[in-house]
């Protein structure tokens, strides 16, 4: 999994790292992308490994004249790979106690740790991979007993231990990667660590970022050691209710309790039930249909509450300064209100101008997930969802985005929606938002993989497009029109 990550964020990640033989690798990759700063990255690392970093000033001056020369070869040439080099180099020769050094990675980290989310959606096929490889090309054989070695059940639950695996890792290292980045900001703002003076940055970053989260961490353990006794009290109730109702009398055949006298099921503030139930027909396949969506099939499922509106203004206002006017509409829709929830939306702007971006950066502040959904690519009728008798059948994609997220008002990007396939072979994208658009109709939408009525009318809807000309009446009609202004130099 580490070897996924960015460079500057592998480096620092990596607990295993021998940093004599990093630097020569690292001299050699420098070798072969900048051949003019050879000489000078043998010189810094034969200095570095003499002296071990002692305050020795031949090393320092040799590191320093490496790295203004990767800088300046970086921006002469356009060479980002070069200005990543340079900042392995501090990372393998600088101290913690260094203020520079702490703010020369202190944003370079920040911005690879934003696209670690894009990391997640190879998880799947990664496990997709490690199942074949650990099944075998001799996995239809029969064994011993005559059953199938490999069958259909063995290979799901390889590949459930695989994608479980991976998330995990990868929950781990956004954790370390979160607290290197946090002390690397402390670092650049004069920030001191007494109990590490004198350790390389790696692995010293996240040692120091872990002393930095302590206390947030034992909150967050804490936190969740309270919620488990309350699941565990709530738990001990419905077995006990479970257990009267066993022993409980008959009710009387002449007064029997019909359907609609029955209690409806207790929903919580701020929750939504998304799905009542899934129905067998008497085969294996609403199993397999259903699998995975345990957390959202008859259970309430909470809605992301509202945060602190000014706080996010003003974050997506540094980020985004030439689209303020367009943040301040969007947020509007959040005024009184306490849960998250937007208008049907398309940004309408030349390529370039940030609109997909803006829908991310907007969802991360809200704290609500982002699913995305390429029209060029997802054309057909699949984002409503397929239809339980085929085999690739799946629920619509904002009943995955929910489960995924365990939020019931995720926000779904559909971009580039423009150009989105015409043909209707298999359905268009166009027509199957519309009923997904509408809240009187998605509050009841019948999802064709559950055979069942689904609730998504809390889901927000967000789509991006270089221009509104191609998009059918009836879809333009549904989705609120918003420029996105082109970021002024």
Not at 46 to 51: E, H
Not at 128 to 150: A, C, F, H, K, S
Not at 214 to 236: F, G, P, W
Not at 414 to 438: C, F, N, Y
């Amino acid at each position: 999994m580490l070897s996924l990550f960015p460079r500057r964020l592998r480096t620092c990640l990596d607990t295993g790292l021998r940093i004599p033989a990093a630097r020569r690798t690292l001299v050699l990759d420098i070798d072969a992308l900048v051949p003019e700063a050879a000489p000078l990255a043998r010189a810094w690392s034969t200095s570095a490994d003499a002296d071990l970093l002692q305050g020795d000033l031949s090393s320092v001056l040799a590191r320093q004249e490496l790295t203004r020369f990767l800088d300046h070869h970086a921006a002469a040439r356009d060479r980002p790979a070069a200005r990543t080099l340079a900042d392995v180099v501090a990372s393998l020769s600088c101290t913690v106690d260094d203020t520079d050094a702490g703010a020369r990675l202190a944003l370079p980290l920040w911005l690879e740790f934003e696209a670690l989310p894009d990391l997640s959606l190879q998880l799947p096929a990664i496990a997709q991979v490690q199942t074949t490889i650990g099944l075998g090309p001799e996995r239809d054989q029969e064994d011993d007993d005559g059953d199938l070695l490999g069958g259909p059940d063995a290979r799901q639950m390889l590949l459930n231990s695989w994608n479980e695996a991976l998330s995990e890792a990868l929950l781990i290292l956004k954790g370390s990667a979160s607290n290197a980045i946090a002390a690397a900001a402390v670092l650049s703002r004069g920030g001191a660590c007494p109990f590490m003076t004198g350790a390389l940055l790696v692995p010293g970053l996240c040692r120091f970022g872990e002393r930095l989260t302590q206390s947030v961490a034992d909150s967050a353990e804490l936190a969740e050691r309270r919620r488990r006794h309350v699941a565990e009290k709530a738990l001990k109730r419905s077995e006990g209710l479970v257990r009267e109702l066993k022993t409980a009398p008959a009710v009387s055949p002449r007064h029997p309790v019909r359907p609609a006298e029955a209690a409806p099921q207790s929903v919580p503030e701020d929750h939504v039930l998304i799905v009542a139930e899934v129905k067998e027909v008497g085969s294996d396949r609403t199993k397999a249909v259903t699998r995975g969506y345990e957390g959202v099939i008859g259970r309430p499922v909470p809605l992301a509450p509202v945060p602190d509106l000014a706080k996010v203004r003003t974050a997506l206002a540094f980020e985004f300064p030439h689209a303020v006017e367009l943040i301040d509409r969007l947020l509007v829709d959040l005024l009184g209100r306490r849960t998250v929830g937007f208008r049907p939306t398309l940004f309408v702007g030349p390529p370039g101008t940030g609109k997909s971006r803006l829908a991310s950066r907007l969802a991360h502040h809200l704290a609500v997930g982002l699913w995305r959904v390429d029209a060029t690519r997802d054309g057909c009728a699949s984002i409503g969802g397929t239809d339980r008798r085929w085999a690739t059948s799946e629920p619509a994609h904002p009943l995955m985005a929910i489960t995924r997220f365990g939020i019931a008002n995720p926000i779904v990007l559909v971009d580039e929606i423009e150009k989105s396939a015409t043909r209707t072979d298999h359905g268009r994208l166009w027509d199957s938002l519309l009923p997904l658009l509408e809240a009187e109709t998605a509050s009841r939408y019948p999802d064709p993989a559950f055979q069942a009525e689904v609730n998504l009318a809390h889901v927000s809807w967000i789509a991006t497009a270089n221009a509104t000309d191609p998009l059918p009446g009836p879809l333009r009609d549904r989705l609120r029109v918003l420029e996105m202004p082109v970021p002024q130099i």
